[in-house]
């Protein structure tokens, strides 16, 4: 079964940080790049962060710093930390696999 299931979601004060999984499946997982997507409410879906199958990383300007794009290729997952979070990060969070494959997403709401 394809699938892209996130996690790891939460409301979280400005400063915070959260750590953000998508769990693949093995076909959709496999020699492929993963990203993180974000969707603001009223906002277009934006390009956050991806890696590819070696481990090479790319960054949103906005988030470069803060941001930290991960894989394990043992568990086909890949993993968002966030730093310093800043309330212009609430989105809901989207993990796309480069073979066309959307998760579900995971909402994250910074606020005081």
């Known amino acids: 079964q394809v699938q892209l299931v996130e996690s790891g979601g939460n409301l979280v004060q400005p400063g915070g940080s959260l750590r953000l999984s998508c769990a693949a499946s093995?076909?959709?997982?496999?020699?492929?790049?993963m990203n993180w997507y974000r969707q603001a409410p009223g906002k277009e879906r934006e390009y956050v962060a991806g890696?590819?199958?070696?481990?090479?990383?790319n960054y949103a300007d906005s988030v470069k710093g803060r941001f930290t794009i991960s894989r394990d290729n043992a568990k086909n997952t890949v993993y968002l930390q966030m730093n310093s979070l800043k309330p212009e990060d609430t989105a809901v969070y989207y993990c796309?696999?480069?073979?066309?494959?959307w998760g579900q997403g995971t909402q994250v709401t910074v606020s005081s």
């Open positions: 796309y696999s480069s073979r066309g494959y």
């Open positions: 093995r076909t959709i997982f496999s020699d492929s790049a």
């Open positions: 890696i590819g199958t070696g481990g090479v990383t």
